[in-house]
């Protein structure tokens, strides 16, 4: 069996759940802190003489609000890596937290800012200001890390094409390597799921997007996500490129090879022709597009006459207008 070169560990506790989110999470006592780290190290032993990564992400949830006993004890066991992201929420980082993180090897920060504008943040329920979202970042880069993402998001409740600019504006000025910009989606489930969405101001939202981030010098590698030339996040890269992946901690999803399944849930078994559908959906997200050879065998014809796929050279990649229709594009594949 080849090596695993991508982990994913999923930290499942909140302070708060904000009503926009769909993903695992709960408040964590000290008592369930532990005994979580307790199990993502059995199961990194479980699975070590399989596991050489080349990327580690620490997602969630809120992973910053463990606090440093635990953090210091899940860091050692995990990396290192050549990239290691931990996601943090500003609320919850300190000069203690930064150094550690630092000290046991994280090298790339992802900030879940979502917005420069405090009654957006009350909207989505965030606990941070947009102040510390600064501070927090400041420390960061006072910490000494040189590759740090901002989490923001458009289309929320109120938004003007204003606000977003100035996010955006705010965004730029801080210089971080990375900018994640995601469209807010109403899930089952949330607070969010019954907001009628206004599909037109959020075109406009990721026309502005765009055409600030890009002006920027930031490359606009994959429908949501702009980074610095050399800075794009490898670990999703390797989601999109279909690499074979871990995933520890509740609800997390692991892919190697046709098996697949979530942590505490049901294993699926897939075929190579489900793995090929699901490497051409995925593979169209990033910009630079796919082989147009992969989709031999697949009637795109609609796709193209109606402008949401083009083909360049030998690639197949989303037009402009396409990247606001992928997931209907990716409805022709899987």
């Given at each position: ?18 009503p926009?989110?769909?993903?695992s ?63 943090c ?11 550690l ?119 606009h ?16 890269i ?31 078994q ?17 910009l ?47």
């Open positions: 069996m080849e090596l695993i070169r991508h982990l994913y560990i999923h930290v499942p506790f909140c302070q708060s759940k904000c926009y989110c769909a993903f999470s709960a408040p964590g006592t000290a008592t369930a802190m532990t005994g979580f780290v307790d199990n993502v190290l059995a199961a990194l032993r479980r699975w070590s003489s399989q596991l050489a990564p080349q990327t580690i992400f620490i997602g969630g949830g809120t992973p910053s609000i463990l606090p440093v006993t635990e953090m210091r004890r899940l860091l050692t066991a995990t990396g290192p890596a050549p990239e290691f992201t931990l996601e929420n500003p609320a919850t980082v300190d000069s203690e937290k930064a150094r993180y630092r000290q046991l090897g994280v090298n790339r920060i992802s900030l879940g800012v979502q917005s420069l504008d405090d009654a957006q943040l009350r909207t989505l329920g965030r606990i941070h200001t947009a102040r510390q979202a600064l501070e927090t970042y400041r420390l960061l880069r006072a910490t000494g890390f040189a590759n740090l993402n901002l989490d923001l998001m458009f289309g929320l409740p109120g938004q003007t094409p204003a606000q977003w600019r100035d996010t955006l504006r705010q965004a730029i000025a801080l210089q971080p390597e990375h900018i994640s910009a995601y469209s807010l989606t109403r899930e089952d489930g949330t607070a969010f799921a019954d907001l009628a969405p206004n599909d037109e101001l959020e075109r406009e939202l990721f026309e502005i997007t765009m055409e600030t981030l890009t002006g920027a010098g930031y490359r590698y994959e429908i949501s996500n702009f980074a610095r030339p050399g800075c794009e996040c490898r670990h999703n390797a989601y999109w490129e279909g690499a074979d992946y871990l995933g520890l901690g509740p609800s997390a999803v692991s892919t190697i090879g046709l098996r697949r399944w979530t942590e505490g849930g049901n294993e699926e897939l075929t190579p022709a489900i793995k090929r559908a699901e490497r051409i959906a995925f593979g169209l997200r990033m630079d597009g796919i082989p147009a050879e992969w989709a031999t065998g697949f009637d795109i014809s609609h796709l193209l006459a109606d402008g949401l796929v083009q083909r360049r050279g030998d690639r197949l990649q989303l037009t402009r207008r396409g990247l606001f229709f992928a997931d209907e594009v990716a409805e022709t594949f899987v």
